[in-house]
């Protein structure tokens, strides 16, 4: 079993910055096959970036220069830094670890970025 626990979302002004976190408890051995997806209002769930199982890094488009993603070993947690940040990036964002065929999820965290 793994468990993730989200946090440091909020409201924030366009062009502004914010950092998520997720971490990881239970059955850990990686943080590769680590990832944030999101849901904004009336659209399907996304990827946003994540480690892919090798280790690389996979950014969706629209995010990619604006968003970073890292990881803690040491505290089983991966963080998402959001930096100029648009309306367009209003979404409820969910922490992902992939293990074989099973995905676990948090409990999402809301950003909202107002124009």
């Known amino acids: 079993q793994v468990q993730l626990v989200e946090s440091g979302g909020g409201l924030v002004q366009a062009g502004g910055s914010l950092r998520l976190s997720c971490a990881a408890s239970?059955?850990?051995?990686?943080?590769?096959?680590m990832g944030w997806y999101r849901q904004g209002p009336g659209k399907q769930r996304e990827l946003v970036a994540q480690?892919?199982?090798?280790?690389?890094?996979n950014y969706e488009d629209s995010v990619k220069g604006r968003f970073t993603i890292s990881r803690d070993n040491t505290k089983n947690t991966v963080y998402l830094q959001m930096n100029s940040l648009k309306p367009e990036d209003t979404a409820i964002y969910y922490c992902?670890?992939?293990?074989?065929?099973?995905?676990?999820w948090g409990q999402g965290t809301q950003v909202t970025v107002s124009s």
């Open positions: 992902n670890k992939r293990v074989g065929i099973v995905n676990y």
């Open positions: 239970g059955s850990i051995f990686s943080l590769n096959g």
């Open positions: 480690f892919t199982s090798g280790g690389r890094i």
